[in-house]
C-alpha cells in the first residue's frame, strides 16, 4: 500500500523492490504490481521480471501517446514479457460523440486494444472508500465480468502447455 507520507518514487531502490516482489511469488501463486505512471529506476527489472503486462490506457489523446511510449519503451528495454495486454479502462461505447474512435486508437498504439473496462466510476469509487471489493458493494457488474475476463485469460495464456 502507499506510504501515510509521500516520499519520492526513487526512494525505492532496485534491489529492495525485486526483493519485494520475490518474497510476494514465494507467498502467493499470483503477484499484481501496480506501477506508478511515471517510470523509475526499478520498474525496468519488476517489468523484466513479470510474466504479463497490463498496460492501461484511456480513450483520449494524451492517454494514448502515454500508453505509446510506454509500449514503445518496453520493446527497446529488453522486456519481454510473455504476455503483454493493452486495456483500454472506462470505456463507454457510444453511437455518437466519441472524440477519438477505438480505430484511431489502435493505429496510434500500433496494435489492437486487447480488452474494454466499462466505466463504473461510482462503483470503484465506493469499493475504494470502503476498502472493500466491487463484489461487495454489487455482484455481476459488467465491470467485474471483464476483470473476471482478463484474469481468466491471462491465467490460461500463462499456464503450462499439457503434453499429449
Request: glycine letters at 2%.
Amino acid at each position: 500500500t502507499a506510504p501515510p507520507e509521500i516520499i519520492a518514487l526513487e526512494a525505492i531502490d532496485t534491489e529492495l523492490a525485486t526483493r519485494i516482489i520475490a518474497l510476494a511469488r514465494q507467498e502467493f501463486n499470483y503477484v499484481v504490481v501496480d506501477l506508478p505512471h511515471d517510470w523509475t529506476a526499478w520498474s525496468h527489472d519488476i517489468l523484466k521480471s513479470a510474466d504479463a503486462v497490463f498496460l492501461v490506457t484511456q480513450l483520449t489523446v494524451g492517454a494514448i501517446r502515454h500508453a505509446r511510449r510506454q509500449i514503445d519503451a518496453v520493446a527497446s528495454a529488453d522486456v519481454y514479457p510473455t504476455l503483454l495486454s493493452v486495456v483500454l479502462n472506462r470505456y463507454e461505447r457510444r453511437f455518437w460523440g466519441n472524440d477519438i474512435k477505438v480505430d484511431d486508437a489502435e493505429k496510434a498504439l500500433g496494435r489492437s486494444i486487447d480488452y474494454f473496462v466499462p466505466n463504473n466510476f461510482k462503483l470503484v469509487s465506493e469499493a475504494l472508500n470502503r476498502g472493500v471489493s466491487l463484489y461487495d458493494i454489487k455482484r455481476r457488474t459488467k465491470f467485474e465480468k471483464r476483470l473476471r475476463e482478463m484474469a481468466d485469460s491471462c491465467v490460461a495464456a500463462l499456464a503450462p502447455t499439457k503434453a499429449l
